[in-house]
């Protein structure tokens, strides 16, 4: 790139390009700067001059980013980020803050923790706003950009850029419909094995998956909750086998799918319960010993000891003791 064509970028331009490569949409890029889309679009076209690239390129399922975009991303951010945190006031005030703060967490962790920190956030920081993002988008290469604040799902090994912190255990439950004739028994291994089963499978990744953990830039992260291990282990002792009749790649289906079938299905036990009700659902202890799942809180040590990060460390730390 020519030093005129340096000359033209300005802080705006690259906010547009970081807000394009996040929500892969004019329209979504201008809601979230508070641009109109012929503002986003003009300032894309004096990028893509400045840059003699396209960037982004119009495709079925948004703006694509070309390769040479995807390159400078990362940086960009790295580098967004540093400026904001040089420029952010040394106290952070909730109620004064309208900052976005991000998650990347599993379906899990926001169906069970995510309704209360919201319910904190409205309370305590009316003018921030939250982003979810699902655990299969990068969550190792998300924190060290700083697309994203903080993690939540079961760690194995992590590296040393990042810092880690348990916030609660969740144990497991077998899953069958009120209904069933089963539900008013003491289940038993044996019984068990004889259901059939509807397993949860997360998107895309379990394929990968050795023991039920996949491995994002050297971070070993749990992307199923089959408890495979114990109750394989359980069957091949009494000489059993299940039979899985489905798979699917939401715990929520799950839940309803066992609620209108004879299915069995293991689930954590707080999403379990707290559908018990409206899907009309009985629980069961494994027959078998189950080992319990650590939750964890991540985040990136050079960015999360910033007063905004650790208050939203300290929300969630609060809100998984309640649940």
């Given amino acids: 790139m020519s030093d005129a064509n340096f000359g033209q970028l300005d802080l705006n331009l690259l906010r547009v390009f970081d807000a394009l490569i996040e929500e892969r949409s004019v329209t979504r890029a201008g809601e979230r700067l508070g641009l109109t889309q012929s503002a986003i679009s003009h300032a894309l076209n004096r990028l893509r001059y400045a840059l003699a690239d396209d960037l982004f390129v119009r495709g079925p399922e948004g703006m694509r980013p070309t390769e040479r975009a995807t390159g400078i991303a990362p940086r960009l951010r790295q580098g967004l980020l540093q400026l904001q945190l040089a420029l952010v006031p040394g106290d952070f005030v909730p109620a004064e803050t309208n900052r976005r703060f991000t998650l990347n967490c599993t379906e ?59 916030i609660m255990r969740e144990t497991r439950v077998w899953v069958v419909s009120a209904d069933n004739p089963i539900a008013t028994e003491t289940l038993t291994l044996e019984q068990l094995a004889a259901l059939p089963h509807l397993v949860f499978v997360a998107t895309g990744e379990d394929e990968n998956a050795v023991d039920g953990y996949v491995v994002d830039h050297g971070l070993e992260r749990l992307v199923t909750r089959r408890d495979i291990g114990a109750f394989q282990s359980a069957l091949a002792a009494q000489g059993l086998r299940r039979s899985i009749m489905a798979t699917t790649p939401s715990l929520l289906s799950v839940l309803a799918a066992v609620s209108q079938s004879d299915l069995a299905a293991l689930m954590p036990r707080r999403l379990a319960t707290g559908f018990t009700g409206p899907y009309r659902l009985k629980l069961f202890e494994p027959p078998y010993p189950s080992p319990p799942a650590e939750i964890m809180a991540l985040w990136h040590r050079d960015y999360g000891e910033q007063p905004a990060i650790s208050w939203l460390r300290r929300i969630v730390r609060e809100v998984a003791a309640s649940v």
């Fill in 108 to 166: 899990h962790a926001a169906t069970v923790l995510v309704p209360g920190i919201i319910a904190r956030l409205r309370a305590e920081a009316p003018n921030a706003a939250l982003r979810i993002l699902p655990s299969n988008m990068g969550v190792a290469e998300n924190l060290r950009s700083g697309r994203a604040d903080l993690a939540i799902g079961s760690f194995r090994r992590v590296p040393e850029w990042f810092a880690v912190e348990p």
